[in-house]
């Protein structure tokens, strides 16, 4: 027996609104990248994490999205969330060199490192869709100022770009090609799989096709 209902009548089963948990997921998935970037560095209470957390907005990019240009002023920090970036400058020719990656669950370069004279060195650009969070740089700074824990906290953040920019250093100052790119393989493991190999190698400072010489070189040599 089929029940009809008339047009404006309601029963208990008739299914309710469709709800979709994607937002609610991908928050959830957001929040815990960036407590887990807190977490290996300090343990931090609900109050001050929330604290933090309440500083920043998010923000998607798109795939070749260029965020930050050349001698702008962008007076923010970022944390990555999801995806990967590149900071790149552009020669007299038009050719871009790339200076750096950052990879999801990290913080870019901090504001200080990042400009001269309050205006970006260098183009800032999403090499996939990513997702970010931004901080504006006086108060997160006033804020990690402020407290003990949280003061050692930035000390941590300061310390690991440091290391990231001894190491790319380290890398790019390799005389042989091949060197750098072991070096570049071992700061970035499994970032070649992630990304075009023609912005390793404006890193590495080869071309495409010396970058694939490199590479069958090298899975040639583990052959035999």
């Given at each position: 027996?089929t029940t009809?209902?008339?047009?404006?009548?309601?029963?208990?089963?008739?299914?309710?609104?469709?709800?979709?948990?994607?937002?609610?997921?991908?928050?959830?998935?957001?929040?815990?990248?960036?407590?887990n970037?807190?977490?290996?560095i300090t343990?931090?209470?609900?109050d001050?994490?929330?604290?933090?957390?309440?500083?920043?907005?998010?923000?998607?990019?798109?795939k070749?999205e260029?965020?930050?240009?050349a001698n702008s002023?962008?007076?923010?920090?970022?944390f990555?969330?999801?995806?990967?970036?590149?900071?790149?400058i552009v020669?007299?020719?038009?050719?871009d060199?790339?200076?750096?990656?950052?990879?999801?669950?990290?913080?870019?370069?901090?504001?200080t490192?990042?400009t001269?004279?309050?205006?970006?060195?260098?183009?800032?650009?999403?090499?996939g869709?990513a997702s970010?969070?931004?901080f504006?740089s006086?108060?997160?700074k006033?804020?990690l100022?402020?407290?003990?824990?949280?003061s050692?906290?930035?000390?941590?953040i300061?310390e690991?770009?440091?290391n990231r920019?001894?190491?790319?250093?380290?890398c790019?100052a390799?005389?042989?090609?091949?060197d750098?790119?072991?070096?570049?393989?071992?700061?970035y493991?499994?970032?070649?799989?992630?990304?075009?190999?023609?912005?390793?190698?404006?890193?590495?400072?080869?071309?495409?096709?010396?970058?694939s010489?490199?590479?069958k070189?090298?899975?040639n040599s583990?052959?035999?």
């Amino acid at each position: 027996m089929t029940t009809r209902l008339s047009p404006g009548s309601t029963s208990f089963l008739a299914c309710p609104p469709v709800i979709s948990l994607k937002p609610i997921v991908l928050y959830l998935y957001h929040m815990s990248s960036f407590k887990n970037y807190i977490d290996k560095i300090t343990a931090l209470d609900s109050d001050l994490f929330h604290l933090l957390d309440s500083l920043s907005e998010k923000s998607a990019l798109k795939k070749a999205e260029v965020f930050i240009h050349a001698n702008s002023r962008f007076n923010k920090e970022i944390f990555i969330e999801t995806g990967v970036l590149r900071s790149y400058i552009v020669d007299e020719h038009g050719n871009d060199r790339t200076t750096a990656f950052f990879t999801g669950g990290e913080f870019v370069s901090t504001n200080t490192f990042r400009t001269i004279n309050g205006r970006s060195s260098c183009f800032y650009q999403a090499l996939g869709p990513a997702s970010i969070r931004l901080f504006d740089s006086h108060k997160l700074k006033s804020t990690l100022s402020d407290n003990n824990i949280l003061s050692l906290l930035g000390r941590e953040i300061k310390e690991k770009i440091i290391n990231r920019i001894n190491q790319r250093d380290e890398c790019i100052a390799q005389v042989k090609a091949t060197d750098r790119y072991l070096k570049f393989i071992e700061y970035y493991p499994d970032l070649e799989h992630k990304i075009s190999h023609h912005y390793i190698a404006t890193f590495l400072g080869i071309t495409p096709v010396s970058l694939s010489r490199v590479r069958k070189k090298l899975r040639n040599s583990i052959k035999h």
